[in-house]
Nanobody, 123 residues
Framework: QAQLVESGRGLVQAGGSLRLSCAASGRSFSRFAMGWFRQAPGKEREFVAAISRLGLRTYYADSVKGRFTISRDNAKNTVSLQMNSLKPEDTAVYFC????????????????WGQGTQVTVSS
């Protein structure tokens, strides 16, 4: 079992930066591959970034590669998403996700979801 709580919601101008964090409860955090997904109004939820259990591998959607960085701290049970050079099309609700068996690359494999946090980028 895991409970995920995101923080860091905000409104920023295009070109700005924002850092999202996700705190996980429980003592099994290092067992989970962790990911971030997002859902814009009227669109399906999409993959943003993922990180392996020990943080040795990271994966990014093409749309955010070079601008976003995912990281984790297993000692603190947290995963973060640093978002730079934000664009209006990054506006969405961002979800933290935990995957017990896979790599947190597809939402159908996710076992636990956070409640979501709103990110709005103005032009």
């Amino acid at each position: 079992q895991a409970q995920l709580v995101e923080s860091g919601r905000g409104l920023v101008q295009a070109g700005g930066s924002l850092r999202l964090s996700c705190a996980a409860s429980g003592r099994s955090f290092s067992r989970f591959a962790m990911g971030w997904f997002r859902q814009a109004p009227g669109k399906e939820r999409e993959f943003v970034a993922a990180i392996s259990r020990l943080g040795l591998r990271t994966y990014y959607a093409d749309s955010v590669k070079g601008r976003f960085t995912i990281s984790r701290d297993n000692a603190k049970n947290t995963v973060s998403l640093q978002m730079n050079s934000l664009k209006p099309e990054d506006t969405a609700v961002y979800f933290c996700a935990a995957d017990v068996q896979g790599s947190a690359l597809t939402d159908s494999d996710i076992d636990y979801w956070g409640q979501g946090t709103q990110v709005t980028v103005s032009s």
